[in-house]
């Protein structure tokens, strides 16, 4: 096997290296990458992990590369670009999701879903191999003034495991529909099918929504109201509160825009909804639920931890793969500098 050397830019061990403890130990509240990824061509994004339920340590971290004519970067856990799975040529793919068991053909897939911008189409790729299933992209916002995908969420209600895709878009009305809802299915051939089922969302007006995260667990869709705060509401489209607003927070604290949102459970104290303040280099760790049904959306702060992250935006979040050499699991941030950042995710939670 050849030796391997990931290379880090300039600007990246800049970062690292000015953290307090790089040399001794991660200090509290402050992390540092175990692994930076090799670089896109252009601007790195959004992530997205893909867990290989039957060998956890060929797992696959998938990064967008925003650019006219950018790509999906597929990572090993190294860090390391597979090529043979990378998917290039895409107009502008901005945001990434994962979702698993999705009947096609009569036999369960797992996805990637991708906002592709400059076309309003989600594209649809099935894993670990990456092969195009959506008949060259499913539109989205169709007839809307406003009509360019950013952000993407998927949900698997538990109830009939129906799959759904949450998109956010670049710009969007402020009469609580600036968020569509599809229903994913199979068109009869084994490609991908999308059908509108709602349509949500509150918007402060002050710049955008793009990053959005679903708690599957919890039936929670949370979405960053950039410069205002997250909003919560229910992920299942029939259900009877579907368009009331559950939670508002993460108002003050944040230096600029609300970015990057990532979920984790933990059934010793809840877990957390952590969040990206992208220009202070800052995640921001709110309480996932208050402890009991009654004050499920009571989300208070935490914790705040630094990261080498340059600019961050989208990051993403592991617990499963705690085995595989990232204490407590993997977290995952995009860096400005056209990396890809993987941490312990011991280091950004903590012990507790």
């Known amino acids: 096997m050849k030796n391997h050397t990931l290379k880090y830019t300039l600007a990246t061990l800049i970062a690292a290296l000015s953290l307090p403890g790089c040399n001794t130990g991660t200090s509290p509240h402050e992390a540092r990458p175990l692994i930076v990824t090799e670089q896109v061509p252009h601007d790195s994004d959004d992530p997205a ?58 036999k369960p897939v797992d996805i990637a879903v991708v906002t592709e911008r400059l076309t309003s189409k989600l594209r649809v790729f099935a894993l670990p191999g990456m092969e195009p299933i959506d008949n060259g992209g499913l539109p989205v916002f169709e007839n809307q003034k406003f009509a360019a995908p950013m952000g993407i969420a998927l949900y698997k209600r538990p109830s009939d ?30 490609q991908v099918i999308a059908t509108k ?3 949500f969302g509150a918007w402060s007006g002050k710049k955008e929504i793009e990053a959005v995260a679903v708690d599957n667990e ?24 579907a368009g009331a607003e559950l939670a508002l927070f993460a108002t003050e604290g944040i ?34 639920n208050g402890g009991t049904p009654d004050t499920m959306e009571h989300h208070t702060l935490k ?37 890809f950042q993987y941490y312990s995710l011991e280091d950004i939670i903590g012990t507790q």
């Open 218 to 241: 919890a039936g929670r869709i949370y979405y960053s109201d950039e410069g205002f705060g997250i909003r919560s509401y229910r992920a299942d489209p029939e259900h009877p509160d």
């Open 303 to 339: 914790r705040v931890v630094k990261t080498a992250a340059i600019e961050t935006d989208g990051i993403e979040a592991a617990p499963e793969l705690n085995g595989t050499g990232f204490p407590k699991g993997l977290f995952v941030a995009m860096s400005d500098d056209r990396t």
């Open 255 to 288: 230096t600029r825009d609300h970015e990057g949102i990532a979920i984790v459970s933990d059934s010793n104290n809840g877990g957390w909804i952590i969040v990206s303040d992208q220009s202070a280099g800052e995640l921001h760790l709110y309480s996932r």
């Open 197 to 199: 089922v709602r349509e």
């Open 161 to 190: 495991n129906a799959v759904f895709a949450v998109v956010s878009r670049k710009q969007g009305p402020q009469d609580g529909t600036y968020l569509w809802q599809y229903l994913l299915e199979d068109d009869g051939s084994g």
């Open 49 to 106: 992990i893909w867990i290989n339920h039957e060998d956890p340590s060929k797992s696959l971290v998938l990064g967008t590369d925003k650019d006219a004519n950018g790509g999906v970067y597929v990572f090993d856990l190294k860090g390391r670009i597979l090529k043979e799975k990378t998917v290039t040529g895409l107009a502008r793919p901005n945001n990434i999701d994962i979702g698993y068991g999705l009947m096609l053909g009569g």
